[in-house]
């Protein structure tokens, strides 16, 4: 079976520009994240899906982070307008349905916004 | 504050020296599992122990729910081993939904 594809794996971004990240999850897992990693918060949920239905969205990201999971097979993560404080890694994961013990992650993508 | 403290934040060792990682949670969890992120790679899971003691390969966990509190120790340590270990828990106790550490980073010199 295929894992987490992510793409791009580097992105770098003009401040105040839109950027979309993609994420393809492992066939037949319902459970759908978005992490955000840096070196001082470590890892931060952005969003979860469940079978497509956005469950939870990152209260302190809402405003400029917008993730969508349009099929079960694809999702993406939206950033407008980007600042240079969302340089990070992100992270897309999935997981059979409630079983963490499943969790697969994707290699991320580093973003930098200048 | 921090739900999910891990200690040492950083640890050299020499190859074949033990290692022993903690991590530390403020609320209960029915889910608790290690990761293993190699540099500039993506996070892999190393093994679920939300109680009790589990080994695989060199590796064993000892996860006390009551205390709140789970290890992670690494036998004859090789220099493939560095990376960041991450522990991560189900803070909402639904079992599916992680918080995570920010790590404890080892460097195994040869």
């Known amino acids: 079976d295929a894992g987490v594809t992510q793409t791009p794996r580097h992105e770098v971004a003009e401040k105040g520009q839109t950027i979309i990240l993609k994420c393809e999850p492992v066939s037949g897992h319902n459970d759908l994240f978005w992490y955000r990693q840096t070196k001082i918060q470590g890892l931060e949920l952005l969003s979860y899906?469940?079978?497509?239905?956005?469950?939870?969205d990152g209260g302190a990201f809402k405003d400029r982070f917008k993730a969508e999971m349009l099929n079960s097979s694809f999702s993406t993560l939206k950033i407008q307008p980007t600042e240079p404080k969302d340089s990070a890694v992100y992270l897309c994961?999935?997981?059979?349905?409630?079983?963490?013990?499943?969790?697969?992650f994707g290699s991320g993508t580093r973003l930098t916004v200048l | 504050g921090q739900q999910v403290q891990q200690s040492p934040a950083s640890l050299v060792l020499q190859e074949g020296e033990n290692a022993e990682l903690q991590c530390n949670f403020s609320s209960t969890a029915t889910q608790l599992q290690w990761f293993y992120q190699s540099p500039g790679g993506s996070l892999v899971s190393l093994l679920s122990n939300p109680s009790g003691t589990k080994h695989t390969g060199r590796l064993t966990s000892t996860t006390v729910t009551k205390e709140r509190r789970s290890s992670l120790h690494i036998s004859s340590s090789q220099t493939t081993d560095s990376g960041t270990y991450l522990c991560?828990?189900?803070?909402?106790?639904?079992?599916?939904?992680?918080?995570f550490g920010t790590g404890t980073s080892l460097l195994v010199d040869p």
């Open positions: 899906f469940r079978s497509k239905s956005l469950m939870e």
């Open positions: 994961a999935s997981s059979r349905q409630g079983s963490a013990e499943t969790l697969y």
């Open positions: 991560a828990i189900d803070r909402d106790n639904m079992g599916y939904k992680l918080t």
